[in-house]
């Protein structure tokens, strides 16, 4: 499992080194859990596509200016929740959007939630609203600690998956003037279960990384 300084840093690095770490989940004496193959960054006070952005901080986004390493959920357009990890230290309000993951296990439990018995499993949690769909996750769980919980926690792979990760824009943020150009949204090249086709930008990796806009 992943310690509290990992998600007190740079909401960019922690979302590149959340790709391939698992996210598990318990509900009724089941198993749930997938690897996560797509993120997105949020970058506080300055990032005008964050729920934070000018310093808002509401009932909603309170979870964003707490603790690192807790949920963030959020119910958006009045049927979807989405589910982000705080990073920074408390008081920064930043956080990492989970867009897609690999259902690893409980798959037909996934697909049941889903209601979407059909479906092959790449499709079961390639977004972020279908991955809490499949994983249950709603505003019950907003403000979980992701270290310490028993119903919803990160756990680092046995082995790490050996992945060209590639970069781009966040999706579906078109109103946020310069901000939807940056490149913050991370995920494996090539990779079957994101959301949408992965971004096909190399990922420099300097420190603290380039998003291809300068400072934030």
Same mark, same amino acid.
């Given at each position: 499992?992943? $310690?509290?300084?990992? /998600? $007190? &840093?740079?909401? #960019?690095?922690? *979302? ?21 193959? $797509?993120? +997105? ?5 300055? !990032? ?50 989970? &867009? ?7 798959? +037909? ?6 209601? &979407? ?32 919980? !028993?119903? =919803?926690? =990160? ?10 990760? #590639? ?9 946020? *003037?310069?901000?939807?150009?940056? =490149? ?16 096909? &930008?190399? =990922? ?8 291809? /806009?300068?400072?934030?």
């Amino acid at each position: 499992m992943p $310690e509290r300084p990992f /998600f $007190e &840093r740079d909401a #960019r690095q922690v *979302a590149i080194e959340l790709l391939g770490m698992e996210l598990h989940r318990r509900i009724n004496g089941a198993h749930l859990a997938v690897r996560i193959v $797509e993120t +997105e960054a949020y970058l506080g006070v300055a !990032d005008r596509a964050a729920h934070s952005f000018g310093g808002r901080c509401t009932p909603r986004n309170r979870a964003m200016w707490g603790p690192p390493g807790h949920a963030y959920i959020y119910f958006t357009y009045g049927m979807h929740h989405c589910l982000n990890v705080v990073t920074e230290p408390e008081g920064v309000p930043s956080a990492v959007l989970i &867009r897609a993951g690999e259902p690893i296990e409980g798959i +037909e439990l996934m697909a049941r939630l889903r209601k &979407r018995g059909a479906d092959p499993a790449h499709e079961l949690a390639s977004g972020p609203a279908k991955l809490c769909q499949a994983l249950a996750l709603d505003l019950g769980l907003n403000g979980t600690d992701l270290l310490t919980a !028993d119903e =919803l926690w =990160l756990e680092r792979p046995r082995q790490a998956p050996r992945w060209t990760i #590639r970069c781009g824009p966040r999706v579906g943020i078109d109103y946020a *003037a310069d901000w939807k150009r940056r =490149l913050l949204r991370f995920a494996p090249a090539g990779h079957p279960h994101v959301s949408r086709p992965p971004p096909d &930008r190399p =990922l420099r990796r300097s420190r603290p990384v380039d998003d291809g /806009f300068g400072p934030a």
